[in-house]
């Protein structure tokens, strides 16, 4: 498989994981799997440092964007991180 080809599959692969996490309405545990579910798929997948040579106009906007949702997605784990234990726990018994 030629570099575009493995970038358009892990792209097609990630987006729809990214926007699941990005969503509301999961609790702290659903959250963490999808996270270590997200995080094991790139491990596996690798892009490589030498990813952008050649890439097409369509390829770059499509992985800017996935990019500013790894951007967005690393914020909220920051931000549920932050959050007290005892809250967390209390945020999701109410979404249950």
């Known amino acids: 498989m030629d570099k575009a080809d493995h970038l358009d599959t892990v792209i097609a692969h990630v987006e729809p994981m990214l926007d699941v996490l990005l969503a509301h309405g999961q609790t702290a545990a659903e959250f963490a799997a999808r996270c270590q579910a997200l995080e094991a798929y790139l491990a596996a997948n690798p892009l490589g440092p030498d990813l952008a040579e050649g890439m097409d106009e369509d ?38």
């Open 59 to 96: 390829r770059r906007n499509r992985l800017g964007r996935v990019v500013d949702k790894l951007n967005k997605l690393t914020l909220r784990a920051r931000d549920r991180a932050d959050i007290p234990a005892g809250l967390q726990k209390f945020i999701a018994e109410q979404q249950d």
